[in-house]
C-alpha cells in the first residue's frame, strides 16, 4: 500500500525548523595523523629549479604532524612544500578547508591540485600563523587563487572540489631562514 504524503507537513516542519540548525556546517575530516593514517606525503621544493630549500612532513607530538625546513633564496629558490594524494571525490560539495595549527609567525598556503599530476595549475589559499599559539583558520574555496610555477594563468576557472586530487602545504613570499608548522587535522565543510 502506497501512501501519500501531503506537503503541507513538511512545509511546516521547514518553517519551524531554527535557522541555526539550518545553517549549521556539516565538518568532516579530511586528513588526520594517527599511526597508521598511511597517508604518502611527497616533498616538492625549489630544487626542481635549481633552488636550495629543504623540507619535510614528519609526525610529532602523538595526532600531530609537523611541516618543517629551510627556506632559501639562492640559485633563484623560494618556496618548500609537501603533498598528499586524496581520494577521489572526496571534497564534492565542499565549501571550505579547516585546519587546526600552531605555527611560527609565519605566513603559509594551502594547495589544492586538480587531479593527480604533479605539474600544472594549483590553487592556493595563504593563512597567518602565530607564533607558539594553536588556531583554527578556516579558507573557503573561493578564496582559493589558480596559480602556475608563480604567476596567475588567465581564463582559469575557479577550483572545483569534485576535481581536488591533491592537498599540499606551502611556505613561499621570500621568507627566509628555518620554519615550522605543527597541523593537528585538516577538515572541510559542505
Same mark, same amino acid.
Given at each position: 500500500? !502506497? ?8 512545509t ?7 535557522? =541555526?540548525?539550518? =545553517?549549521?556546517? @556539516? ?5 588526520? #595523523? ?8 611527497? +616533498? &616538492? %621544493?625549489?630544487? &626542481? ?8 612532513l ?5 595526532? +600531530? =604532524? ?8 639562492? %640559485?633563484?629558490g623560494?618556496?618548500?612544500? @609537501? ?5 577521489? %571525490? +572526496?571534497?564534492?560539495? =565542499?565549501?571550505q578547508? !579547516?585546519?587546526? &595549527?600552531?605555527?611560527d609567525?609565519?605566513?603559509?598556503? /594551502? ?11 594549483? #590553487?592556493?589559499?595563504? #593563512?597567518d600563523? /602565530?607564533e607558539?599559539?594553536?588556531?583554527? /583558520? ?13 604567476y ?6 575557479? +577550483?572545483?572540489?569534485?576535481? @581536488?586530487g ?12 628555518? #620554519?615550522?608548522?605543527? !597541523?593537528?587535522? /585538516?577538515?572541510f565543510?559542505?
Amino acid at each position: 500500500m !502506497i501512501r501519500r504524503l501531503g506537503l503541507t507537513g513538511l512545509t511546516a516542519m521547514l518553517v519551524t525548523m531554527p535557522l =541555526a540548525a539550518q =545553517a549549521e556546517p @556539516v565538518m568532516l575530516k579530511l586528513l588526520e #595523523f594517527e599511526e597508521d593514517s598511511g597517508e604518502r606525503w611527497f +616533498v &616538492v %621544493n625549489d630544487g &626542481v629549479m635549481g633552488g636550495r630549500s629543504s623540507s619535510t612532513l614528519r609526525r610529532g607530538e602523538p595526532g +600531530v =604532524a609537523v611541516f618543517e625546513g629551510s627556506l632559501s633564496l639562492e %640559485n633563484n629558490g623560494g618556496f618548500a612544500s @609537501v603533498r598528499v594524494e586524496l581520494e577521489e %571525490n +572526496v571534497l564534492a560539495g =565542499a565549501n571550505q578547508v !579547516i585546519l587546526r &595549527v600552531r605555527g611560527d609567525g609565519k605566513r603559509y598556503q /594551502v594547495r589544492l591540485r586538480p587531479g593527480r599530476r604533479m605539474d600544472g595549475v594549483a #590553487f592556493g589559499s595563504s #593563512f597567518d600563523t /602565530v607564533e607558539g599559539q594553536w588556531t583554527t /583558520v578556516e579558507l573557503p574555496l573561493t578564496s582559493f587563487e589558480p596559480t602556475f610555477r608563480g604567476y596567475r594563468p588567465r581564463s582559469t576557472s575557479p +577550483v572545483d572540489p569534485a576535481d @581536488v586530487g591533491q592537498f599540499g602545504l606551502m611556505l613561499t613570499d621570500k621568507q627566509e631562514g628555518g #620554519f615550522r608548522l605543527e !597541523i593537528d587535522w /585538516v577538515r572541510f565543510s559542505r
